[in-house]
């Protein structure tokens, strides 16, 4: 199981999508306000929503166990609330308003009891892997994946 903290998890997906030509607009780490990640590139806005899968605590106290499936359950809730009241703001046009998490069977199973809903809702998720790389799962994945991977703007 992949063990993250949510400012790892927060630094993964910099580094991923940085690498892929965005830029930061912001970061919110260490519970502070805010969206906690947003990035940009050729007039795309990501909106990021993250949650680890243990405190932010475990980096000076690895014997602090992970999540537990209610703890989980409430934090996927509460993202899902942050990217609807985000988008209600109206942060623009070709925006997307993402949750990412690590890739564990707990948060796996939470977003998979959702999945439907957040489809239709057009919201997209991603998956942060153990080798820091990430999965775009979704409507519209294919058009976001192919704007990251191959740079090419699309209609989007």
């Known amino acids: 199981m992949l063990i993250i ?3 790892k998890l927060i630094d993964a997906l910099e580094e991923y999508f940085t690498e892929h030509g965005f830029s930061v607009i912001t970061k919110a780490k260490n519970r502070a306000p805010g969206i906690d990640l947003a ?3 050729n007039g795309v806005t990501l909106y ?4 680890g899968s243990v405190r932010n605590e475990y980096d000076t106290d690895p014997t602090i166990k992970p999540f537990t499936r209610n703890s989980v359950r409430n934090y996927v809730r509460k993202q899902i609330t942050k990217l609807m009241e985000r ?3 109206g942060d623009g046009k070709n925006a997307f308003y ?5 890739e564990t069977p707990t948060y796996r199973e ?8 957040l489809s239709r809702l057009g ?3 991603f998956w942060v892997q153990e080798d820091w790389s990430v999965k775009i799962e979704g409507p519209e994945a294919d058009k976001l994946s192919q704007f990251v ?3 090419v703007m699309q209609e989007l």
């Open 39 to 41: 990035l940009f590139k």
């Open 5 to 7: 903290t949510e400012n």
């Open 87 to 89: 988008e209600e703001k």
């Open 123 to 125: 919201y997209l998720h």
């Open 98 to 102: 993402i949750a990412a998490w690590p």
């Open 110 to 117: 939470e977003v998979n009891k959702k999945a439907k809903a």
């Open 48 to 51: 990021i929503e993250a949650k």
């Open 149 to 151: 991977f191959k740079e």
